[in-house]
């Protein structure tokens, strides 16, 4: 059984460029739930998919998007890159959306620096 | 709404003593609790959960948590700490059917030899 894996492990973008983050959830989950984690910060919710739907936003702007794949991968895109938006992406997958048994899993995350 | 405080930045402890990771939370409604460890430069790795039950929960690598509803405390709890705890742990919240983890700011733990 393969975990939750992120490509790539690093990015470095300049401000107004956009960006796309990968995720693979681990086998058998269908929920993927994304992350952003500033420097010495928590992680802080951005979105979740759950069988390839929007299910829960957190307080990210629109330049926040992403999507959910038949295979329950995922990807996180961000436009119009910001000097704030420099962190480490996380992305988690986890069985079902909510439930008292799900615990979300997390991968290695993508380190993004935007110059 | 929902918060998770970690009063603590640092824990320092001497390997083979006891270890305690404070974390309190702040919900309206019946909590699911959360521990997770972060190495550097790698994500989050699930140690343990509350979900119900026991108010003592057992997790990986010998760490284990007390929940506390009177007062709204999950504290992380390891009886003999090793060095290769060293390492950042976040404490967080999630509602009953709620999808999203809330997370305190973390608490670096430091085990000297």
């Known amino acids: 059984e393969t975990g939750v894996t992120q490509s790539p492990t690093h990015l470095i973008k300049t401000r107004g460029q956009q960006v796309t983050l990968r995720c693979s959830s681990q086998?058998?989950?269908?929920?993927v739930s994304w992350y952003q984690q500033a420097l010495g910060q928590g992680p802080q919710f951005i979105f979740q998919?759950?069988?390839?739907?929007?299910?829960g936003r957190g307080n990210f702007p629109p330049r926040f998007s992403g999507l959910q794949f038949p295979n329950y991968s995922s990807e996180l895109n961000v436009n119009a890159l910001e000097l704030d938006d420099s962190a480490l992406y996380l992305c988690?997958?986890?069985?079902?959306?909510?439930?008292?048994?799900?615990?979300?899993?997390f991968g290695p995350g993508t380190r993004l620096t935007v110059l | 709404a929902q918060s998770v405080a970690q009063p603590e930045d640092q824990v320092n402890v001497a390997e083979g003593n006891p270890l305690t990771v404070k974390c309190t939370y702040s919900?309206?409604?019946?909590?699911?609790l959360f521990w997770y460890v972060q190495y550097p430069n790698r994500g989050l790795q699930f140690l343990l959960k509350?979900?119900?039950?026991?108010?003592l929960v057992k997790g990986s690598y010998g760490f284990e948590a007390e929940f506390n509803k009177s007062q709204t405390s999950f504290h992380l709890k390891k009886p003999s700490a090793l060095v290769s705890d060293s390492a950042l742990y976040f404490c967080?919240?999630?509602?009953?059917?709620?999808?999203?983890?809330?997370f305190g700011t973390g608490t670096r733990l430091l085990v000297s030899p």
């Open positions: 919900v309206s409604g019946n909590p699911y």
């Open positions: 998919y759950y069988r390839e739907e929007e299910n």
């Open positions: 967080a919240v999630r509602l009953t059917g709620f999808q999203k983890l809330v």
């Open positions: 086998s058998g989950h269908n929920t």
């Open positions: 988690a997958s986890s069985l079902t959306s909510g439930g008292p048994t799900d615990t979300q899993y």
């Open positions: 509350y979900i119900t039950g026991d108010n």
